[in-house]
């Protein structure tokens, strides 16, 4: 990732920590160290783990045979390899020093933060993610522009997936037809792609398997990647052949769900309010206990990251907040709907990150 | 999965909390949970969780949206699903019960056992690798033909690239060809494929890129994915044209290392007379300041697991390990080779599950 201010984004880490009172900030896996320093670290066993001083410098701890991959930014962080028979966690903690406070990154292993916690018995561990989030949650102008063709690239999918057959191939090979096809239209790297068919549909984190998809089956996709480090997702429904009435019926109300949960996206208003504006829809058809999930998510580097739209999330949202309104309706052996956009809060309202049709597609 | 006994394991693992005089052990997201009850826990924000007392049922803690791709095992485990807006925290903290000592799984996130900690504060936590290791690492007759089928799939495609035209296309193209190619040929998922050519074979985890690749460029290509959950990891050598008389010595020695390395294993060898056989080779040949990461690691559900073969490691191999053999010599601004077969220990010696030829081939 470049084209970023990694130098301001680590001042306002630095502010934060002043603020909290935590006098360092340790990251390692996930996207907190991609945000503020354009690395990514492998998921993996050997630790990769930023120091960050609430004053003085950052330092980049990074496996030996890792630290070509690393860009250097001399005003940002400074790299300290370690060998194959050092050990990282006695290197971090002499960095991190005695009977501090710090923040860990999210995601970090519970096996890592284990044996900080013992290296460092008088030094006090929160989680990082209310820091975090802060730094993360309002997107900037150029990561905004990420999303977008993020989102056109998804858009270009659900229309080329009008043009496939479906009868007759398996969820799997249909789930790989999807991101190779993100991977030739503009997606940097292809993430996931949930292809659900008839009773599966009702299963709304279906994984994809060998069900051979057949005449009469609606078909639930939901799938993204990433361009430039920034997440899309969208989920569009597909039928082989002319769906029934019912089909239509719940269709509809999902749609009309969705619109309702963007309609009601606009600064100061709370995530939970877009939740229930949604939910509303579903339950006054009668569908509300078929709803088993939150409206949506916050998304940008992560896939699913703050605010989350959800009943009890009473933060007002504002402009530049990312995320998807997603309601949906399972029902159990019979299919499941779902319609998902990614959204921008703007001053006005909302821009939608996806623009492909939202009803159902009829494919053979 | 299916096939293996999940109760059995189950057993086992309950033995060694016993042994250890650990009263829970707490299981989320990474390949000991999919070990111990055959389910793979999304790696997303929403608490997926087993707690498995010592005496006592198994209860899997799942988002309740998630369930429906829970296959209910009732000898093993019972389901307790977990709604939107409840929390899952304290609903394993109840399971947990005060002041117990517990094990956590190696992956779970930082935030996740935090967060446990604050809600059990008489609770002793330690990391649960020590047990989870000593459950995975020798593998049955059932993986270990899961690993053959996953390393032939590989040799497949290393195969199948021999015909593929590289120069002019990109190290990402490239990537991307070697997934689709696994995927078609045997393997369930694709994991990765490093595709580093030229000068950036010098860096062992090279992030395919834009670089395109030319005349004269050595190629590195290490390449795995999953077949049955099981994973596949191999690394061999391609090169534009013929390669200099400067490649074929470096590619001899590499050769060279990485038979004497498998040459070693046996039962009772230690996991670092194996690094220090294959690392002699190239000591000897005076490249040893180029051979920058130990010789290998285990593998089985993960990628990378125990047993790590590198100094300092003393434990001896026993029949039904796992493990890569991975030497190379990375030459900064020049090239890099690595050459690499996963191998199983065996009464005798050792089973390579990568059959696919190891001298350099040459390509278009």
């Not at 860990?104 to 989030?133: C, K, M, N, Y």
Request: overall charge negative.
């Amino acid at each position: 990732m470049t084209g970023f201010d990694y130098a301001a984004r680590m001042d306002r880490a630095r502010r934060e920590l002043a603020e909290r009172e935590v006098d360092v900030l340790l990251v390692s896996i996930g996207s907190d160290l991609p945000y503020l320093t354009g690395y990514t670290a492998m998921p993996l066993e050997r630790l990769t783990m930023a120091v960050i001083p609430r004053d003085g410098e950052t330092v980049l701890v990074v496996p030996e045979l890792e630290a070509p991959r690393v860009e250097a930014m001399p005003d940002v962080f400074r790299i300290q390899p370690w060998g194959e028979t050092e050990d990282p966690i006695a290197i971090v903690a002499a960095l991190v020093g005695p009977a501090q406070v710090a923040m860990i990154g999210d995601h970090t292993w519970s096996s890592f933060l284990l044996a900080l916690q013992a290296a460092l018995s008088d030094t006090v561990f929160a989680s990082a993610r209310p820091l975090t989030e802060s730094l993360r949650l309002i997107k900037e102008p150029a990561e905004v522009d990420l999303l977008r063709r993020a989102g056109a690239s998804a858009d270009t999918v659900a229309g080329l997936l009008a043009a496939e057959t479906f009868a007759g191939r398996t969820e799997l090979e249909m789930s790989r037809t999807v991101g190779a096809l993100l991977e030739s239209n503009g997606t940097d790297v292809a993430g996931f792609a949930i292809v659900a068919s008839g009773p599966n549909g009702a299963s709304p984190h279906h994984e994809p398997g060998d069900r051979v998809i057949g005449e009469g089956d609606a078909i639930v996709i939901d799938f993204g990647g990433k361009v430039g480090g920034y997440c899309s997702d969208t989920t569009r429904m597909f039928h082989v052949g002319e769906p029934s009435p019912r089909y239509h019926e719940v269709h509809e109300v999902v749609l009309a769900a969705q619109r309702a949960g963007i309609a009601a996206v606009r600064p100061g208003a709370t995530a939970a309010s877009i939740d229930a504006a949604a939910r509303a829809v579903i339950q006054a058809a009668g569908y509300g206990r078929y709803f088993i999930h939150r409206t949506g998510h916050g998304i940008g580097l992560d896939g699913h990251e703050d605010p989350y739209i959800v009943a009890g999330n009473e933060r007002p949202l504002e402009p530049g907040m990312a995320f998807s309104i997603e309601p949906g309706i399972y029902l159990p052996g019979e299919f499941g709907v779902r319609i998902e956009d990614i959204v921008v809060c703007t001053d006005e309202g909302s821009e939608r990150m996806n623009r492909s049709p939202r009803h159902v597609v009829i494919v053979h």
